[in-house]
Protein backbone atom coordinates (compact mmCIF):
# COMPACT_ATOMS: atom_id res chain seq x y z
CA UNK A 1 0.00 0.00 0.00
CA UNK A 2 1.27 3.48 -0.94
CA UNK A 3 1.93 5.47 2.21
CA UNK A 4 3.59 9.20 3.04
CA UNK A 5 5.11 8.82 6.90
CA UNK A 6 5.79 12.16 8.74
CA UNK A 7 7.79 12.85 11.67
CA UNK A 8 7.28 14.48 14.42
CA UNK A 9 3.64 14.82 14.55
CA UNK A 10 4.22 17.89 16.30
CA UNK A 11 7.00 20.53 16.96
CA UNK A 12 7.79 23.26 19.34
CA UNK A 13 10.77 25.74 18.53
CA UNK A 14 12.18 28.91 19.83
CA UNK A 15 12.32 31.99 17.05
CA UNK A 16 15.92 31.61 15.36
CA UNK A 17 16.31 28.24 16.01
CA UNK A 18 16.67 25.43 13.22
CA UNK A 19 14.70 22.52 12.33
CA UNK A 20 14.14 19.09 10.26
CA UNK A 21 11.32 17.53 9.12
CA UNK A 22 11.26 14.04 8.16
CA UNK A 23 9.05 11.94 5.39
CA UNK A 24 9.09 8.35 5.02
CA UNK A 25 7.72 7.15 2.10
CA UNK A 26 6.58 3.17 0.15
CA UNK A 27 5.45 4.71 -2.82
CA UNK A 28 6.44 2.53 -5.71
CA UNK A 29 6.79 3.45 -8.70
CA UNK A 30 8.30 7.37 -7.34
CA UNK A 31 7.65 10.14 -9.64
CA UNK A 32 8.28 13.34 -7.24
CA UNK A 33 7.84 14.61 -3.53
CA UNK A 34 6.83 17.69 -2.64
CA UNK A 35 6.58 19.74 0.61
CA UNK A 36 3.21 21.74 1.39
CA UNK A 37 2.93 24.79 3.79
CA UNK A 38 -0.65 24.82 5.26
CA UNK A 39 -1.41 27.93 7.93
CA UNK A 40 -4.56 27.08 9.88
CA UNK A 41 -7.79 26.60 7.83
CA UNK A 42 -6.38 27.53 4.46
CA UNK A 43 -4.94 25.61 1.25
CA UNK A 44 -1.77 24.00 1.36
CA UNK A 45 1.36 26.31 -0.51
CA UNK A 46 4.19 24.65 -1.80
CA UNK A 47 6.96 25.21 -0.85
CA UNK A 48 9.74 22.39 -2.89
CA UNK A 49 9.18 19.77 -5.76
CA UNK A 50 11.79 16.92 -5.83
CA UNK A 51 12.20 14.38 -9.14
CA UNK A 52 14.20 11.21 -8.91
CA UNK A 53 17.50 12.95 -10.02
CA UNK A 54 17.52 15.72 -7.28
CA UNK A 55 19.07 15.41 -4.25
CA UNK A 56 18.81 18.74 -2.66
CA UNK A 57 16.37 22.03 -3.44
CA UNK A 58 15.84 25.35 -1.85
CA UNK A 59 13.16 27.75 -1.29
CA UNK A 60 14.82 30.89 0.82
CA UNK A 61 14.95 29.46 4.37
CA UNK A 62 13.62 26.07 3.31
CA UNK A 63 15.77 23.23 2.19
CA UNK A 64 14.41 20.04 1.37
CA UNK A 65 16.83 16.50 0.48
CA UNK A 66 15.38 13.09 -0.92
CA UNK A 67 17.31 10.09 -0.80
CA UNK A 68 15.38 7.91 -3.09
CA UNK A 69 16.83 4.28 -2.58
CA UNK A 70 15.99 5.06 0.79
CA UNK A 71 12.78 6.56 0.35
CA UNK A 72 13.04 9.43 2.66
CA UNK A 73 12.63 13.04 2.58
CA UNK A 74 13.41 15.77 5.32
CA UNK A 75 12.88 19.64 5.17
CA UNK A 76 14.74 21.83 6.96
CA UNK A 77 14.00 24.83 8.41
CA UNK A 78 16.43 27.66 9.01
CA UNK A 79 16.45 30.47 11.43
CA UNK A 80 13.01 29.97 12.02
CA UNK A 81 10.39 33.01 12.28
CA UNK A 82 6.85 32.77 13.73
CA UNK A 83 5.59 32.99 10.55
CA UNK A 84 7.01 29.77 9.97
CA UNK A 85 4.03 28.24 12.59
CA UNK A 86 2.14 25.86 10.32
CA UNK A 87 1.45 22.24 9.24
CA UNK A 88 4.14 20.95 6.53
CA UNK A 89 2.80 18.14 4.56
CA UNK A 90 4.87 15.81 2.67
CA UNK A 91 3.36 14.66 -0.24
CA UNK A 92 3.76 11.46 -2.91
CA UNK A 93 3.28 11.49 -6.89
CA UNK A 94 3.33 7.76 -7.58
CA UNK A 95 4.53 7.48 -11.69
CA UNK A 96 2.10 4.46 -12.16
CA UNK A 97 -0.67 7.33 -11.39
CA UNK A 98 0.10 11.23 -11.60
CA UNK A 99 -2.65 12.40 -11.39
CA UNK A 100 -3.19 11.03 -7.64
CA UNK A 101 -1.79 13.21 -4.40
CA UNK A 102 -0.79 10.99 -1.82
CA UNK A 103 -0.35 12.83 1.55
CA UNK A 104 1.32 12.72 4.84
CA UNK A 105 -0.35 13.59 8.07
CA UNK A 106 1.85 16.56 8.50
CA UNK A 107 3.99 17.90 11.22
CA UNK A 108 2.37 20.40 12.74
CA UNK A 109 5.17 23.35 13.70
CA UNK A 110 4.91 26.12 15.95
CA UNK A 111 7.65 28.87 16.92
CA UNK A 112 6.99 30.92 19.96
CA UNK A 113 9.14 34.08 20.69
CA UNK B 1 -2.74 35.90 -12.84
CA UNK B 2 -5.07 34.70 -10.08
CA UNK B 3 -4.62 31.38 -8.27
CA UNK B 4 -6.97 28.84 -7.54
CA UNK B 5 -10.64 30.52 -6.03
CA UNK B 6 -12.93 29.06 -4.03
CA UNK B 7 -16.11 29.98 -2.80
CA UNK B 8 -17.51 30.32 -0.34
CA UNK B 9 -15.03 30.64 2.30
CA UNK B 10 -17.01 29.71 5.00
CA UNK B 11 -20.27 27.76 5.62
CA UNK B 12 -22.74 26.18 8.03
CA UNK B 13 -25.39 24.19 7.01
CA UNK B 14 -28.08 21.66 9.23
CA UNK B 15 -27.74 18.20 8.83
CA UNK B 16 -30.04 16.34 5.74
CA UNK B 17 -29.08 19.81 3.68
CA UNK B 18 -27.56 19.91 0.37
CA UNK B 19 -24.46 22.09 -0.27
CA UNK B 20 -22.55 23.10 -3.17
CA UNK B 21 -19.15 23.98 -3.38
CA UNK B 22 -17.18 26.33 -6.37
CA UNK B 23 -14.14 26.62 -7.64
CA UNK B 24 -12.29 28.57 -10.15
CA UNK B 25 -9.23 26.98 -11.53
CA UNK B 26 -5.70 29.03 -12.08
CA UNK B 27 -5.83 30.66 -15.59
CA UNK B 28 -4.64 28.10 -17.88
CA UNK B 29 -5.29 25.02 -15.80
CA UNK B 30 -7.73 22.25 -17.01
CA UNK B 31 -7.94 19.72 -14.30
CA UNK B 32 -9.75 19.88 -11.29
CA UNK B 33 -9.25 18.46 -7.93
CA UNK B 34 -11.45 18.27 -5.30
CA UNK B 35 -10.08 16.99 -1.07
CA UNK B 36 -11.70 16.57 1.97
CA UNK B 37 -9.49 17.65 5.10
CA UNK B 38 -10.98 17.09 8.24
CA UNK B 39 -9.42 19.06 11.15
CA UNK B 40 -6.08 17.84 12.00
CA UNK B 41 -6.17 15.46 9.83
CA UNK B 42 -4.22 15.43 6.08
CA UNK B 43 -6.87 15.98 3.01
CA UNK B 44 -8.52 13.03 1.52
CA UNK B 45 -8.82 13.03 -2.24
CA UNK B 46 -12.36 12.99 -3.18
CA UNK B 47 -12.43 13.33 -6.93
CA UNK B 48 -11.06 14.67 -10.15
CA UNK B 49 -12.14 16.46 -13.30
CA UNK B 50 -11.07 16.29 -17.28
CA UNK B 51 -12.79 17.46 -19.73
CA UNK B 52 -16.38 17.70 -18.25
CA UNK B 53 -15.83 14.12 -17.06
CA UNK B 54 -14.80 12.75 -13.41
CA UNK B 55 -11.32 10.56 -14.40
CA UNK B 56 -10.77 9.54 -10.60
CA UNK B 57 -12.88 8.75 -7.48
CA UNK B 58 -11.82 8.41 -4.01
CA UNK B 59 -13.41 6.49 -1.63
CA UNK B 60 -16.63 8.88 -1.01
CA UNK B 61 -20.28 7.67 -1.03
CA UNK B 62 -22.39 8.66 -3.76
CA UNK B 63 -23.80 11.79 -1.41
CA UNK B 64 -20.74 13.62 -3.06
CA UNK B 65 -20.59 14.92 -6.69
CA UNK B 66 -19.34 17.12 -8.72
CA UNK B 67 -19.30 18.77 -12.06
CA UNK B 68 -17.16 20.51 -14.32
CA UNK B 69 -18.04 23.67 -16.76
CA UNK B 70 -16.71 24.16 -20.13
CA UNK B 71 -14.50 27.48 -18.76
CA UNK B 72 -13.25 24.13 -16.18
CA UNK B 73 -14.37 25.93 -13.20
CA UNK B 74 -15.91 23.29 -11.00
CA UNK B 75 -18.83 22.72 -8.57
CA UNK B 76 -18.35 20.04 -5.41
CA UNK B 77 -22.04 19.10 -4.21
CA UNK B 78 -23.09 17.20 -1.35
CA UNK B 79 -26.30 15.56 -0.44
CA UNK B 80 -27.74 14.72 2.92
CA UNK B 81 -25.36 16.76 4.62
CA UNK B 82 -23.99 14.66 8.24
CA UNK B 83 -22.17 16.16 11.19
CA UNK B 84 -19.09 14.10 9.67
CA UNK B 85 -18.96 16.16 6.76
CA UNK B 86 -17.96 18.73 8.41
CA UNK B 87 -14.20 19.44 6.85
CA UNK B 88 -12.08 21.93 4.70
CA UNK B 89 -12.78 21.50 1.76
CA UNK B 90 -9.44 21.96 -0.81
CA UNK B 91 -9.72 22.46 -4.69
CA UNK B 92 -6.54 21.92 -6.64
CA UNK B 93 -5.56 22.56 -10.45
CA UNK B 94 -3.28 21.30 -12.70
CA UNK B 95 -2.65 21.56 -16.16
CA UNK B 96 -3.62 18.26 -18.01
CA UNK B 97 -0.77 15.91 -17.80
CA UNK B 98 1.42 18.82 -16.21
CA UNK B 99 1.40 17.60 -12.42
CA UNK B 100 3.86 19.56 -11.48
CA UNK B 101 1.67 22.63 -11.86
CA UNK B 102 -0.90 21.59 -8.99
CA UNK B 103 -1.88 24.70 -7.55
CA UNK B 104 -4.51 24.62 -4.32
CA UNK B 105 -7.50 27.11 -3.26
CA UNK B 106 -7.51 28.56 -0.04
CA UNK B 107 -10.57 26.47 0.77
CA UNK B 108 -14.32 26.66 1.74
CA UNK B 109 -14.49 25.53 5.60
CA UNK B 110 -17.93 23.76 6.16
CA UNK B 111 -19.64 23.40 9.43
CA UNK B 112 -22.28 21.06 9.56
CA UNK B 113 -24.46 21.48 12.37
Known amino acids: KNQVEQSPQSLIILEGKNCTLQCNYTVSPFSNLRWYKQDTGRGPVSLTI?????NTKSNGRYTATLDADTKQSSLHITASQLSDSASYIC????????????FGTGTRLQVFP | DAGVTQSPTHLIKTRGQQVTLRCSPKSGHDTVSWYQQALGQGPQFIFQ???????QRGNFPDRFSGHQFPNYSSELNVNALLLGDSALYLCASSPEGMNYGYTFGSGTRLTVV
Open chain 2, 49 to 55: YYEEEER
Open chain 1, 50 to 54: MTFSE
Open chain 1, 91 to 102: VVISSYNTDKLI
